[in-house]
């Protein structure tokens, strides 16, 4: 008897972490990885912590998926963005397929974790074989602001020259 078998697939957030400056705008991937199975759909919710990073707006520009059952939408205020797509056949295969990209604005020190809250990876198989394995989160580390305070002059000693006594 022969047993099937489910090749892993991965959601990723990219990069995994950066170090990040209050008020500094930066951008992460959303990927799929599926390098043994061709999938034809990706579904998932991920979280962030809104008091920490805002979405300024997702692109789905140079995305694998060629329909969207629900498109990259977000709440900054719950913190959560959402997502469904398809890939018309053949699929999709291979170690890095972008998804979307989202670009975040910094809004205060701290750690910000970004993950996966729930998803699904869809095998091309006629049946619709959930092959999601992995989720690879990520997390982001913002730093308060640098201030300089200009220098402040400093009162230099004046030189006393004696005049001599006559």
Do not use: C
């Amino acid at each position: 008897m022969l047993s099937a078998r489910v090749e892993a697939a991965s959601l990723i957030i990219s990069p995994g972490s950066r170090s990040l400056t209050e008020g500094e705008s930066f951008s992460i991937d959303i990927l799929v990885s599926s390098p043994d199975q061709t999938i034809n759909a990706a579904e998932g919710m991920i979280s962030f912590p809104p008091d920490k990073l805002r979405v300024v707006f997702i692109s789905d520009s140079g995305s694998i998926f060629n329909l969207w059952i629900k498109e990259p939408s977000f709440s900054n205020s719950l913190g959560v963005i959402d997502f469904s797509g398809l890939v018309l056949n053949p699929g999709f295969a291979g170690k890095t397929g972008k998804m979307f990209t989202v670009s975040f604005q910094a809004r205060a020190p701290g750690s910000a974790p970004v993950a996966f809250a729930n998803g699904a990876v869809l095998a091309n198989d006629g049946n619709g074989t959930n092959i999601l394995s992995v989720f690879r989160h990520a997390n982001y580390f913002i730093g308060s602001p640098l201030i300089i305070s200009p220098l402040k002059a400093v009162p230099q000693e004046k030189k006393l020259t004696e005049t001599p006594e006559t």
